[in-house]
Structures are given as structure tokens and as C-alpha cells.
């Protein structure tokens, strides 16, 4: 599928939409631009789709007539060969979606890190290590911060981790 043809769709719905709320007529559209083979160009699609624009679309003489300005058809869609798509890929864009990047596992340590229930256990955990060092000495006072040093760190670690390798993660 094309992305002319995607937009074609999608304009055609959100033009509804926006007519069924308010329909202001009586502002003049610029006369389409030809775009190589094509009667109007990517910018001018564009600009139509994201200002939901119904007084363009139907000066372009509606859903069918913006269809016949991209040479394509309402019901069977796009016609043509690999070259007729390749110029059509030329005029209009390829039909994906940019990749996201990803986010780095340090990314993950950090939104872990930042959980409330962390944040309370590592100000329990330097308390007790005050606390135990000052009234049972270095050898034996760190145990229970220590410990509980260990455990935050763990469950850090492991949350990251969980979180950096499931799928979900790559949709953000």
C-alpha cells in the first residue's frame, strides 16, 4: 500500500469528521501544484490532512476528485506497475513509519532508581548503616545496612532488566 493512497483514506475521514463538527466555507484554497506526474504535490496532501482542511478537499472536488489528481481509485486503490510505484515512492514518500531509537538499559536503571518505594529503602538502608556502624562498630554494624543495601540494588537491576527486555519497552 501506498502512502498517497493511506492519506487519501484518512483525509477522507478525518474531513467527515471535521464537517460533521463545523464546516467553514467561503476561504479560498491555493489551485494545487503539480508534483511530476500528479495534479497536486506532497506538501499540499499534507498540509490538507494535518489542517483537516474540507473547504481544500472540496475544491480538489472531493474524495474523488483529489483521488483522480494522485491517479489512484477509491475502491481498488493504486493500479500500476513496479515503475508506476516507484515514481509514485518518488513523488509521495515511502510508505513507513521512521524507526524510534531505542532506549539504553542505563535508561531503565534510571526510571527504576527513581521508584518511591526504592528511594524510601536506600534512606532506610543509610540509616541503618549509620545507625549499626555507630553503635555496634565497622565489623558489625553494617550487616543490616548492607543487606539491605544489596536487595535495593538487586531489585534496581532486576526491574531494569525485566523492563529493557520486553517488548513493550520498544513502543515508547
Not at 495534479?39 to 478537499?57: K, P
Not at 475544491?59 to 494522485?70: D, F, P, R
Not at 531505542?102 to 535508561?107: E, I, K
Amino acid at each position: 500500500m501506498i502512502r498517497a493512497h493511506a492519506q487519501v483514506i484518512r483525509a477522507a475521514l478525518l474531513f467527515k469528521l471535521a464537517g460533521q463538527r463545523a464546516i467553514v466555507l467561503g476561504t479560498t484554497v491555493d489551485p494545487p501544484s503539480p508534483n511530476g506526474d500528479y495534479e497536486i504535490g506532497l506538501e499540499q496532501l499534507a498540509s490538507m490532512n494535518r489542517d483537516h482542511n474540507i473547504t481544500a478537499l472540496q475544491q480538489y472536488g472531493g474524495v474523488k476528485g483529489l483521488a483522480e489528481m494522485i491517479k489512484t481509485d477509491v475502491e481498488t486503490g493504486i493500479y500500476g506497475d513496479e515503475n508506476e510505484l516507484s515514481r509514485r515512492k518518488n513523488a509521495f514518500g515511502s510508505n513507513t513509519y521512521p524507526v524510534k531509537k531505542g532506549r539504553s538499559f542505563l535508561r531503565f536503571l534510571w526510571e527504576a532508581w527513581q521508584d518511591l518505594t526504592i528511594i524510601i529503602l536506600i534512606i532506610a538502608a543509610v540509616a541503618s548503616l549509620a545507625l549499626g556502624i555507630k553503635t555496634e562498630g565497622l565489623e558489625e554494624g553494617w550487616y543490616d545496612g548492607g543487606s539491605i543495601t544489596f536487595v535495593v540494588l538487586l531489585v534496581i537491576f532486576v526491574t531494569a532488566t525485566s523492563d529493557y527486555r520486553s517488548p513493550s519497552s520498544f513502543k515508547i
